[in-house]
């Protein structure tokens, strides 16, 4: 379950797995910048778009958000804008 931020509220077993894969995320954003979730996307150039501009309002509101954007600036542009 996640809450408007998408931050994890509560994980079953398959999804405590995944994001301890992902060293813990605490938010499908963060997981959606790290570079190693980036080969498990198969429609990241149709979905990138709406995804930056969704990230960017969240990122208003969640501090655990702004730090994984700024974290992945250069990787979330070369997803996004394809550089």
Same mark, same amino acid.
């Given at each position: ?7 994890? $509220?509560? =994980?079953?077993?398959?999804? !405590?797995? +995944? #994001? ?10 963060? $997981?959606? =910048?790290?570079?190693?979730? !980036?080969? +498990? #996307? ?7 778009a709406s995804f930056y501009t969704r990230i960017q309002e969240v990122a208003r509101r969640s501090t655990v958000v702004h730090n994984a ?15």
């Open positions: 379950m996640v809450n408007r931020d998408w931050n994890f $509220l509560r =994980l079953n077993g398959s999804g !405590e797995r +995944m #994001v301890a894969s992902f060293d813990g995320v605490p938010n499908m954003h963060a $997981l959606f =910048l790290s570079p190693d979730f !980036e080969p +498990m #996307v198969t429609n990241g150039e149709r979905a990138s954007l700024a974290a992945e600036s250069e990787h979330v542009a070369a997803v996004a804008f394809g550089q």
